[in-house]
């Protein structure tokens, strides 16, 4: 069977997989600690729900504007002046069936074949793939805990051709939990700027940030960025809604009318109660977040400090996500091979590092119980003590 060929080195998704593998495991009965989890362990909140169910009995199960209600788009709008500091009007704002989906529409409108768009690596394992769907080609720029997992504007420089399209910032970072400063973020902007090329600015972990680490939104940094950039955001981790399905974008004019028709052609529109439910928790209070932010704290603490004791292991502490990168370089295997063996000899689901562009490292997710974590770290502690 002949597919097109633009669709042949398309991956499956490598958290995905594992998560996917453990969830089969624990199902046919075996005790095995997951730390794969893409997704808070929480509740969506009471309240979010009641707001569907109502939407629901109010017959709102129609389509939609495709980009999205008025009412959402202005509470998106709201949220991002709010939050952000950022002002954009309606027809800068497209909601979609999730973050993802508003990541995929932007490769789509901005890139064709021949063009690059600049990946900093470590890089969430769905970039690369969105890029090379649009036939452009992803050009990785290797960070390193030494620069904090984080682009800096030297490598950002020397990785720009004449092809280059766009640079993806991802802060706070999945996998590595890497959080931009402000100055940093400037640095990037003004490069863009010069350069004249998009930012894609990929927000999603905003609101899950530790310490004293701050959220920046480049587009509100400089105004000709703002020009550039697409500001991506969602409702799956700050309000624990990851299977609503609904995130957005906010960017230029021209090339969001582009995504709209895009839009207009592929999804019809997001789901419409989900779509009522999110105007519900954007402009409702920040409590349940909160709350959800101090328990990875914790976690995030525990798991750091545990980690950093371990026979040939460590950890780069992140500061926002909820995420742990461990460096396993010291162990001596690869990290499909520590990843398949520390679940088929001691039951605990890592994620691979190789899927997010680091063979060194794999990736743990706390968002799992605290009873959950304890348990897989005890195991995972006495299997390297052995190895
Ligand atoms: C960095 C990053 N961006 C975007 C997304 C997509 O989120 P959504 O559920 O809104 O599609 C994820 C989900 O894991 C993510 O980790």
């Given at each position: 069977?002949?597919?097109?060929?633009r669709?042949?080195?398309?991956?499956?998704?490598?958290?995905?997989?594992?998560?996917?593998?453990?969830?089969?495991?624990?199902?046919?009965?075996?005790?095995?600690?997951?730390?794969?989890?893409?997704?808070?362990?929480?509740?969506?909140p009471?309240?979010?729900?009641?707001?569907?169910?109502?939407?629901?009995?109010?017959?709102?199960?129609?389509?939609?504007?495709?980009?999205?209600?008025?009412?959402l788009?202005?509470?998106?709008?709201?949220?991002?002046?709010?939050?952000?500091?950022?002002?954009?009007?309606?027809?800068?704002?497209?909601?979609?069936?999730?973050?993802?989906?508003?990541?995929?529409?932007?490769?789509?409108?901005?890139?064709?074949?021949?063009?690059?768009?600049?990946?900093?690596?470590?890089?969430?394992?769905?970039?690369?793939?969105?890029?090379?769907?649009?036939?452009?080609?992803?050009?990785?720029?290797?960070?390193?805990?030494?620069?904090?997992?984080?682009i800096?504007?030297?490598?950002?420089?020397?990785?720009?051709?004449?092809?280059?399209?766009?640079?993806?910032?991802?802060?706070?970072?999945?996998?590595?939990?890497?959080?931009?400063?402000?100055?940093?973020?400037?640095?990037?902007?003004?490069?863009?700027?010069k350069?004249?090329?998009?930012?894609?600015?990929?927000?999603?972990?905003?609101?899950?940030?530790?310490?004293?680490?701050?959220?920046?939104?480049?587009?509100?940094?400089?105004?000709?960025?703002?020009?550039r950039?697409?500001?991506?955001?969602?409702?799956?981790?700050?309000?624990?809604?990851?299977?609503?399905?609904?995130?957005?974008?906010?960017g230029?004019?021209?090339?969001?009318?582009?995504?709209?028709?895009?839009?207009?052609?592929?999804?019809?529109?997001?789901?419409?109660?989900?779509?009522?439910?999110?105007?519900?928790?954007?402009?409702?209070?920040d409590?349940?977040?909160?709350?959800?932010?101090?328990?990875?704290?914790?976690?995030?603490?525990?798991?750091?400090?545990?980690?950093?004791?371990?026979?040939?292991?460590?950890?780069?502490?992140?500061?926002?996500?909820?995420?742990?990168?461990?460096?396993?370089?010291?162990?001596?295997?690869?990290?499909?091979?520590?990843?398949?063996?520390?679940?088929?000899?001691?039951?605990?689901?890592?994620?691979?590092?190789?899927?997010?562009?680091?063979?060194?490292?794999?990736?743990?997710?706390?968002?799992?119980?605290?009873?959950?974590?304890?348990?897989?770290?005890?195991?995972?502690?006495?299997?390297?003590?052995?190895?």
């Amino acid at each position: 069977m002949k597919l097109a060929g633009r669709v042949k080195s398309l991956s499956s998704s490598p958290t995905l997989q594992i998560t996917n593998k453990a969830k089969q495991l624990k199902k046919s009965g075996v005790d095995v600690v997951s730390f794969g989890a893409g997704e808070p362990d929480f509740d969506t909140p009471q309240y979010i729900k009641d707001a569907a169910v109502c939407a629901l009995q109010q017959g709102m199960t129609k389509y939609t504007p495709s980009t999205g209600t008025a009412a959402l788009k202005e509470a998106i709008i709201g949220k991002l002046e709010r939050d952000n500091l950022l002002h954009y009007r309606p027809e800068q704002i497209v909601v979609s069936c999730g973050a993802k989906h508003a990541l995929y529409s932007i490769f789509q409108v901005l890139c064709e074949r021949g063009d690059e768009v600049i990946i900093p690596a470590p890089y969430w394992v769905s970039y690369p793939e969105m890029v090379k769907v649009a036939e452009a080609t992803p050009v990785f720029v290797g960070t390193g805990e030494k620069d904090g997992f984080k682009i800096t504007p030297k490598k950002l420089q020397a990785a720009l051709t004449k092809k280059t399209k766009a640079v993806i910032i991802n802060s706070p970072s999945n996998p590595t939990g890497a959080v931009y400063t402000k100055e940093e973020l400037l640095e990037i902007a003004r490069i863009a700027a010069k350069e004249d090329i998009f930012v894609i600015s990929d927000e999603i972990y905003e609101k899950l940030i530790y310490g004293d680490a701050r959220h920046y939104s480049i587009a509100g940094l400089d105004k000709e960025v703002y020009k550039r950039t697409f500001t991506v955001n969602g409702l799956s981790k700050a309000y624990s809604m990851t299977g609503w399905r609904i995130g957005y974008l906010a960017g230029p004019k021209e090339p969001v009318e582009k995504i709209s028709n895009l839009q207009d052609h592929s999804t019809s529109c997001p789901n419409s109660i989900a779509q009522a439910a999110a105007v519900t928790a954007l402009e409702g209070p920040d409590d349940f977040v909160n709350k959800m932010r101090d328990e990875f704290l914790k976690r995030r603490d525990y798991l750091v400090e545990r980690i950093s004791n371990m026979k040939n292991m460590s950890v780069f502490c992140p500061q926002g996500a909820f995420y742990a990168f461990s460096n396993i370089s010291r162990v001596g295997l690869d990290s499909v091979t520590f990843a398949a063996r520390l679940l088929d000899e001691a039951r605990v689901a890592v994620v691979p590092g190789v899927g997010f562009g680091d063979d060194k490292y794999i990736r743990l997710s706390f968002a799992t119980s605290m009873e959950q974590i304890t348990k897989g770290l005890d195991r995972i502690e006495e299997w390297v003590r052995k190895l």
